[in-house]
């Protein structure tokens, strides 16, 4: 019986706990969904910073297209999470006042987390990763898979600003907090995550709400 308990306690499932402390740095988030806040459905994306206080406290910047209007704040907040179950809460405040609350689950070690938004007629989802240590030019260089609205292309990153595939061609900036301007046909505001492996992105030509991804191959 002792041999087999210990068995069952070094299975992946009892091994994956979190420290409250897992949380804590820089992370980008990428959240997309269709509230119907005002009866009728508009859809909605956002790309932003947060940072993770280890005494529970968050402060960054969300950039947020709803129904094609395109708007940065400054957002503040709170968090919780539990090292038992890996589960995660925060709530946060824009300058305006407003509050929006979200839930999910962290990975254990705190690199990564999916969740999504509890306010009713939300229903946002999406991931925070976390930052780079430093971002620049050269945080985004060689391959890239790039999914747009749906659509999947390629491209290559020089890591000096350019963008370059058979079909298209495009320029970036990449400022010290990671988010990153890219002119890639659209318009996008993006957030360099996880190493400059990925980037999350939004458009930002009025009129369209639309989701990117950019993942290093």
Not at 9 to 37: E, H, K, M, R
Not at 158 to 169: I, Q, Y
Not at 184 to 204: E, H, P, S
Request: include cysteine; hydrophobic fraction near 35%.
């Amino acid at each position: 019986m002792r041999l087999l308990l210990t068995l069952v306690f070094c299975l992946p499932g009892f091994s994956q706990v979190c420290g409250n402390f897992d949380l804590s740095g820089a992370y980008g988030f990428q959240l997309s969904g269709n509230p119907t806040i005002a009866g009728i459905a508009k859809p909605m994306a956002a790309v932003g910073r947060l940072d993770f206080t280890a005494d529970g406290k968050i402060s960054g910047t969300s950039s947020v297209n709803f129904g094609g209007l395109f708007l940065g704040n400054p957002v503040t907040g709170t968090y919780k999470s539990s090292g038992a179950t890996c589960s995660l809460t925060f709530d946060l405040q824009d300058d305006s006042g407003g509050w929006q609350h979200f839930q999910g689950k962290l990975t254990p070690g705190g690199a990564r987390a999916q969740f999504h938004q509890t306010d009713p007629a939300t229903g946002g989802r999406g991931q925070l990763v976390r930052l780079p240590a430093s971002c620049g030019l050269d945080s985004l260089h060689g391959q890239y898979a790039v999914t747009i609205d749906g659509r999947k292309t390629a491209t290559a990153a020089d890591g000096h600003g350019n963008f370059s595939s058979e079909s298209n061609s495009g320029s970036y900036t990449v400022a010290s907090d990671c988010f990153v301007e890219i002119n890639f046909g659209a318009k996008l505001r993006g957030i360099v995550v996880d190493d400059g492996k990925t980037v999350f992105a939004v458009q930002t030509d009025p009129g369209k709400v639309v989701t990117a991804t950019f993942t290093a191959q």
